[in-house]
C-alpha cells in the first residue's frame, strides 16, 4: 500500500513489491481512469513478453462528459505556479471560433486555456470548456508528451474553420498576438 493505505504501491513498470506481481488501474492510485489503466495494461503485457518499458506519461487527460464538456491535461495555472514555474497563460473564447459558432458551441461560455513556462515557452497545460472539447484532448496531449513549445504550435497550420483551430488561437493568445480574440 501507499503512504496512505489506500492504493498499491508499483514503479514505473507497475510492479510491486512481490515479484512478479503487477497492479495496474484505480488500485495502483490516482488518476483513476480507464485510458490510464489500458495504457498501464498494455505495458505490462510487452514487460511480460520481455521488452523495456517505463510508464512515463507526461499527461493523462482528464475529461468530464458533460454539457459543457470540460478537458485538462497538464498542470493548471496555480499547480504550476506551486512548482515554482514563472507561467504565462493565454485564454480563448470558443465565442471567436467560427466552427464553434456552426455547433452553437459559444452558447456554453466555452474557452481554449493554455498554460506555459515563461522562461522558454513550454506548455506545461491545456484546459477547454465548451461543447465538443473533449475531442481536442489528443492535440492536447501530443503537446505537452512532445515537450511542445508554443512557437511549435503557432508556426502549424490548422484547417478553418474547426475546434482545433481554438487551439491554435489559444496558443497566439498566449504569445500575445491571437488572430480572432481581444
Known amino acids: 500500500m501507499d503512504s496512505s493505505g489506500r492504493f498499491i504501491r508499483i514503479d514505473r513498470q507497475c510492479r510491486t513489491n512481490v515479484p512478479g506481481v503487477y497492479a495496474i488501474g484505480d488500485v495502483s492510485g490516482e488518476p483513476m481512469l480507464a485510458h490510464r489503466a489500458s495504457s498501464q495494461g498494455e505495458m505490462v503485457a510487452e514487460i511480460i513478453a520481455g521488452h523495456v518499458r517505463d510508464f512515463d506519461k507526461v499527461a493523462i487527460p482528464a475529461i468530464v462528459f458533460t454539457e459543457p464538456e470540460i478537458v485538462s491535461v497538464g498542470l493548471l495555472p496555480d499547480e504550476a505556479k506551486n512548482l515554482g514555474e514563472e507561467i ?16 452553437e458551441a459559444e452558447k456554453t461560455g466555452g474557452f481554449i486555456r493554455v498554460v506555459a513556462r515563461k522562461s522558454d515557452n513550454v ?35 490548422h484547417a478553418h474553420p474547426t475546434m482545433a483551430e481554438a487551439f491554435h488561437e489559444g496558443v497566439l493568445k498566449t504569445l500575445g498576438h491571437a488572430i480572432h480574440a481581444s
Open 88 to 103: 504565462i497563460i493565454g485564454k480563448f473564447p470558443l465565442a471567436a471560433n467560427g466552427r464553434a459558432l456552426t455547433l
Open 123 to 157: 506548455i506545461l497545460g491545456i484546459q477547454a470548456v465548451g461543447s465538443h472539447v473533449a475531442e481536442l484532448h489528443g492535440e492536447f496531449i501530443l503537446a505537452l508528451e512532445m515537450g511542445a513549445l508554443l512557437e511549435d504550435i503557432a508556426g502549424t497550420v
